[in-house]
């Protein structure tokens, strides 16, 4: 029931504009992506991701070979092209403190804002600091030939990697921030498949649209470490975390999902959204509204050294000279994404330790090899636990879960294994000969 396809440009193809771009095409429109990096450019145009992403490269090509979706490095092309930018370039946490570095955005602006001589409609999706997206307008409209015909508004993004697809298409809710009934109407257009499915779509200011986006990362955060620190008082109680979670898991006010204990959280979102939120909060005055998040963060990195100390009881006494095996590299399983990976991190304390530390993992072998040149890389799972005194399972991929301890047995110089994730059956392991352990579980 729509009318002619509407053209949109998507600023910084990263994992999010990427996956925006594809999908805005999937549903539709014609798209234009843009990124100042030439090798992401064309790798895109060429129907490659430069990262995994289930599903999304079967989008991609198809909607190249289309004509519906297109990739460049030039903004004048960009501005020539569209009346709606996305812009979903990456705000990653600051080298010098917590807080987000805003240059990406900041540049985005800087280049777009000057070739807009026409009304046009700019959308942020990155996470940013609340207050953030206000200077952004105020800038656009200085910057743009058509002043104050160029108007901004705020739609932060919820999407999962590894389920990028699905929660694009079919996103919880879909949020706006604006004034502006132009912007307003814009993103109704751009996201009539989703209201048409009866998806909430709710309209805010543009700080409420900025905050609900890391106020919804620090929930699932804390929601992890409020399990984790269970996980704690379990090991030290003799009780069954996995047991408490799941009795807890159904009460509906609590619910069952990021309430998985194990190595807690990592990757590119959720350890720099809380750190970059309590720098916002100190700015605002109200430091002490999200003095928790410290905690959250702390009880997450207690859990890394948690599992190294309870390795190392295995194999009974210090890393040095000792072959490990580690299962997963990537920070989630259905990812290659290894920044800031609790499973990369433990592996390279172990070898930090003396230890020979050989990874396996699905899919982010690659980056891992170049990032972390001091461990040992094996091709499947059962050439990484190959004379291994200790296996231990980091990253819960469906493999690792899938993996028959006989198989392993056979390669192994010890049965050891610890299981990082909570992803195996304790007495399956132990009846076929395993010393098990894991983390909050006796
Ligand atoms: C997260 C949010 O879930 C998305 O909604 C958000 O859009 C995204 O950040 C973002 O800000 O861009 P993502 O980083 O892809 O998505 O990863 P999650 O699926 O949230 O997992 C985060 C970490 O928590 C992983 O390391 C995972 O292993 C860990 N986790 C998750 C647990 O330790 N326990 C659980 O029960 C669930």
């Known amino acids: 029931t729509r009318t002619a396809p509407r053209r949109i440009s998507v600023i910084g193809t990263g994992y999010l504009g990427a996956t925006h771009a594809a999908c805005m095409a999937e549903l539709g429109f014609d798209v ?4 100042v990096d030439q090798a992401k450019i064309d790798a895109l145009s060429s129907g490659r991701l430069p990262f995994y992403e289930p599903g999304l490269e079967e989008i991609l090509s198809r909607n190249l070979a289309d004509g519906r979706l297109r990739f460049t490095t030039s903004y004048d ?5 569209a009346d709606v930018h996305f812009v979903c370039v990456g705000t990653p946490q600051r080298a010098d403190s917590n807080a987000a570095d805003l240059t990406y955005l900041d540049a985005a602006i800087d280049a777009l804002g000057p070739r807009l001589t026409r009304p046009a409609v700019v959308i942020g999706k990155s996470t940013v600091p609340v207050g953030t997206a206000a200077c952004a307008a105020a800038r656009l409209q200085t910057l743009a030939p058509a002043g104050r015909d160029v ?14 697809v699905e929660d694009t298409l079919r996103p919880d809710r879909i949020v706006i921030g604006t004034d502006s009934p132009r912007v307003e109407e814009a993103m109704r257009e751009v996201s009539a498949a ?9 309209v805010t200011d543009l700080q409420t649209a900025e905050l609900v986006k890391v106020a919804a990362n620090a929930f699932l955060a804390t929601k992890i470490s409020f399990i984790n620190a269970m996980a704690e008082v379990s ?13 807890l898991s159904y009460d509906d006010r609590i619910g069952g999902k990021f309430l998985g204990p194990g190595l807690g959280f990592g990757g590119g979102c959720l350890p720099k959204d809380i750190r ?3 720098a916002r909060a100190d700015e605002l005055g109200v430091e002490p509204a999200l003095s928790f998040l410290r905690e959250v963060d702390a009880i997450n990195q207690r859990r890394r050294a948690r599992t190294i100390d309870i390795a190392r009881t295995l194999i009974g006494g210090g890393f040095a000279g000792r072959t490990v095996g580690v299962l997963g590299a990537s920070f989630k399983p259905n990812s290659d994404d290894i920044r800031d990976s609790p499973a990369l991190d433990v592996a390279s304390t172990i070898a930090s330790l003396g230890a020979t530390v050989t990874v396996y993992d699905p899919e982010a072998l690659d980056n891992a090899r170049r990032v972390h040149p001091e461990l040992k890389y094996a091709h499947t799972m059962v050439e990484a636990v190959r ?30 294994i610890v299981d990082g994730r909570n992803a195996l059956d304790p007495a399956h392991w132990r009846a076929r000969g395993w010393i098990y352990r894991a983390l909050g579980r006796p």
């Open 194 to 202: 989703q209201i048409e499915q009866k998806i909430p779509f709710l």
């Open 276 to 278: 970059a939120f309590m």
């Open 235 to 247: 090991e030290a109680a003799g009780a069954d975390v996995m047991q408490l979670a799941k009795a």
């Open 77 to 81: 092309e960009v501005a020539e092209f």
């Open 32 to 35: 234009l992506g843009l990124d």
């Open 151 to 164: 108007e901004l508004g705020w739609s932060p993004e919820f999407l999962r990697e590894g389920f990028g």
């Open 387 to 416: 004379d291994a005194e200790v296996v231990l399972l980091l990253t819960d991929w469906a493999e690792f879960r899938d993996a028959d301890p006989d198989e392993l047995a056979k390669v192994v110089a010890e049965r050891r």
